[in-house]
């Protein structure tokens, strides 16, 4: 069907306007019309620079035997279920852009809100406020940080360097200073410093979650960013709470992002490893997603 649609277009116009009305047709195939709508309009922006307006003020605009080209082969990289934030290589968090390709996970809005909470935690403390941000993936956190906490000194660990490669790309697009370190918080590192806040948004998906998943989620995003075993879901909160035991100031908190079935379970495994001030957060949704630990 896919492969019929794009062997009919040599012969076709390069008219916005016909390829716009074919090529939703094709991704109707896997999204909704709103969604496959908003996802042609992103292209077009972004190869061509084209917005909704400029297309609504000249209705009867051409591309280029070339630009039809670059659409075809990011329409086809969406109806293989690649997230758009990969065909496009970006992506925003808390208002900064962001480049992600599929080493890194692509930011989520519960993340952002976590970044909110974080950062006002960190305004009301004097001086210059140490930071650590546990598993960077991208660097949106630590980079945002970085950027919303005036004077404050960010450090980033992740366990790829894939990763950190594009964690520091994002630092330097959005000018923020981080101090980034391949270290993997399994095996319990030691870094010379201590911290003010350590921040987390480690795997918390299980196996088991596996079943419920989107395949733009399963084929493209990195399994080490998200899985961890049924057996031990809380693996990596363990090792982040004890390594805070060493590594957080006196009156430091430690804030995690958490799996919403296992929010309690995260602050009594906190309030256990000596975190009495633990407590289970909820996000916009009502969901149980984060939680403070302090002692
Ligand atoms: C859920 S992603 C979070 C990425 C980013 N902080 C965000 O919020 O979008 C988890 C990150 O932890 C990293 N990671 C996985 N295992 C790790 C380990 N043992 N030590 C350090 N980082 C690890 C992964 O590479 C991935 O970047």
């Given at each position: 069907m896919i492969f019929s649609y794009f062997c009919r277009m040599?012969?076709?116009?390069?008219s916005v306007k016909e390829l716009r009305h074919r090529y939703i047709e094709m991704l109707c195939e896997i999204y909704d019309k709103e969604e496959a709508n908003a996802l042609l309009m992103i292209l077009l922006e972004h190869h061509f620079g084209i917005s909704r307006v400029a297309l609504a003020l000249n209705p009867d605009m051409l591309l280029s035997d070339t630009e039809c080209l670059t659409l075809q082969s990011s329409i086809r990289q969406l109806t293989a279920s690649r997230p758009i934030q990969y065909v496009i290589g970006k992506t925003e968090f808390c208002g900064l852009e962001f480049e992600v390709d599929e080493n890194v996970l692509i930011p989520r809005p519960e993340t952002e809100e976590l970044v909110t909470i974080v950062s006002s935690q960190a305004k009301t403390l004097a001086g210059a406020v140490d930071v650590l941000d546990i598993g960077?993936?991208?660097?949106c956190i630590a980079v945002s940080l970085a950027r919303l906490i005036e004077g404050c000194r960010v450090t980033a660990i992740d366990i790829s360097g894939n990763a950190l490669d594009v964690a520091r790309r994002n630092a330097a697009r959005n000018g923020a200073s981080v101090n980034f370190i391949n270290a993997d918080i399994l095996s319990d590192p030691a870094l010379p410093r201590r911290f003010d806040i350590i921040v987390s948004n480690p795997?918390?998906?299980?196996?088991?979650?596996?079943?419920?998943?989107?395949a733009n989620v399963l084929d493209f995003e990195p399994p080490t960013a998200l899985f961890v075993s049924d057996d031990d879901p809380l693996v990596f909160y363990r090792h982040i709470i004890d390594f805070a035991r060493t590594h957080?100031?006196?009156?430091g908190t430690v804030w995690f992002e958490v799996n919403e079935h296992l929010g309690a379970e995260t602050a009594e495994l906190c309030r256990r490893h000596g975190f009495g001030d633990s407590a289970v957060m909820k996000d916009l949704f009502g969901k149980d997603r984060y939680v403070k630990a302090a002692r």
């Amino acid at each position: 069907m896919i492969f019929s649609y794009f062997c009919r277009m040599e012969t076709l116009s390069n008219s916005v306007k016909e390829l716009r009305h074919r090529y939703i047709e094709m991704l109707c195939e896997i999204y909704d019309k709103e969604e496959a709508n908003a996802l042609l309009m992103i292209l077009l922006e972004h190869h061509f620079g084209i917005s909704r307006v400029a297309l609504a003020l000249n209705p009867d605009m051409l591309l280029s035997d070339t630009e039809c080209l670059t659409l075809q082969s990011s329409i086809r990289q969406l109806t293989a279920s690649r997230p758009i934030q990969y065909v496009i290589g970006k992506t925003e968090f808390c208002g900064l852009e962001f480049e992600v390709d599929e080493n890194v996970l692509i930011p989520r809005p519960e993340t952002e809100e976590l970044v909110t909470i974080v950062s006002s935690q960190a305004k009301t403390l004097a001086g210059a406020v140490d930071v650590l941000d546990i598993g960077t993936g991208s660097g949106c956190i630590a980079v945002s940080l970085a950027r919303l906490i005036e004077g404050c000194r960010v450090t980033a660990i992740d366990i790829s360097g894939n990763a950190l490669d594009v964690a520091r790309r994002n630092a330097a697009r959005n000018g923020a200073s981080v101090n980034f370190i391949n270290a993997d918080i399994l095996s319990d590192p030691a870094l010379p410093r201590r911290f003010d806040i350590i921040v987390s948004n480690p795997p918390y998906v299980c196996e088991s979650e596996r079943r419920d998943m989107r395949a733009n989620v399963l084929d493209f995003e990195p399994p080490t960013a998200l899985f961890v075993s049924d057996d031990d879901p809380l693996v990596f909160y363990r090792h982040i709470i004890d390594f805070a035991r060493t590594h957080l100031k006196p009156h430091g908190t430690v804030w995690f992002e958490v799996n919403e079935h296992l929010g309690a379970e995260t602050a009594e495994l906190c309030r256990r490893h000596g975190f009495g001030d633990s407590a289970v957060m909820k996000d916009l949704f009502g969901k149980d997603r984060y939680v403070k630990a302090a002692r």
